[in-house]
Each structure stands twice: as structure tokens, then as C-alpha cells.
């Protein structure tokens, strides 16, 4: 079974600096585009950034230039170097994967089950 799970969520001063990390685990052919999204309290899911298998990035305009995304295709990891922190950016941050498992040879889009981000003013 596939799955992604996140790591370094947590509470942190403004123009502070986090880091989250997002594994992928399970029986996988391969893993295609990988990104990063966030869901604040009575808002919809928003794009953060995304980064292809050969390390093309995209970057929401709101995250641009403190935000870094980054991806290990042997260790099928995806990390978002988050600085510069503001209290906006509190949200549920979530990794999400276009990944082929074996079982199905089939790409499918999954999300992980997200980690807290929370940056007090």
C-alpha cells in the first residue's frame, strides 16, 4: 500500500524557518510530479509548490523567494524549506504525489495525511 507521510510540522516565531519532509513508502514503480499544498482554517486547499521528477519547480506567488522545494528520486523524498515565515502561512500542510505502484501500473494521484504549520506573530 502506498502512502506519504510528513514530518516537521510545528509552531514557530514570525521570519522564522521550518522544514518539512514527505516519504513516500509502499510497493512503487515510480513517482512522477511531487508538491506540497496547505488548507487554512475555512479556506480551500492551495497550491504551495511542486517540483516534476527531473526538478522543474512551481511556486505559489505568495511563497516565492521563502520557499524551497526540493526532491531525493532514490530516497523518494520531497522537502519544502519554508523561511521567512508569516502568520499567513499557518496552515495544514499537506504532500502529495503522482506515484505508480506496482500493483496496478497505474499513475495515481495521493496526499498525505498532512502536518500542522503554525507561525505566530
Given amino acids: 500500500q502506498v502512502q506519504l507521510v510528513e514530518s516537521g510540522g510545528g509552531l514557530v516565531q514570525a521570519v522564522g524557518s521550518l522544514r518539512l519532509s514527505c516519504a513516500a513508502s509502499g510497493s512503487i514503480n515510480s513517482i512522477n510530479t511531487m508538491g506540497w499544498y496547505r ?9 504551495v509548490a511542486t517540483i516534476t521528477r527531473g526538478r522543474n519547480t512551481n511556486y505559489a506567488d505568495s511563497v516565492k523567494d521563502r520557499f524551497t522545494i526540493s526532491r531525493d528520486n532514490a530516497k523518494r523524498t520531497v522537502d519544502l524549506q519554508m523561511n521567512n515565515l508569516k502568520p499567513e502561512d499557518t496552515a495544514v500542510y499537506y504532500c502529495n504525489g503522482d506515484i505508480r505502484p506496482w500493483s496496478t501500473m497505474s499513475i495515481r494521484n495521493y496526499w498525505g495525511q498532512g502536518t500542522q504549520v503554525t507561525v505566530s506573530s
Fill in 39 to 47: 488548507q487554512a482554517p475555512g479556506k480551500q486547499r492551495e497550491l
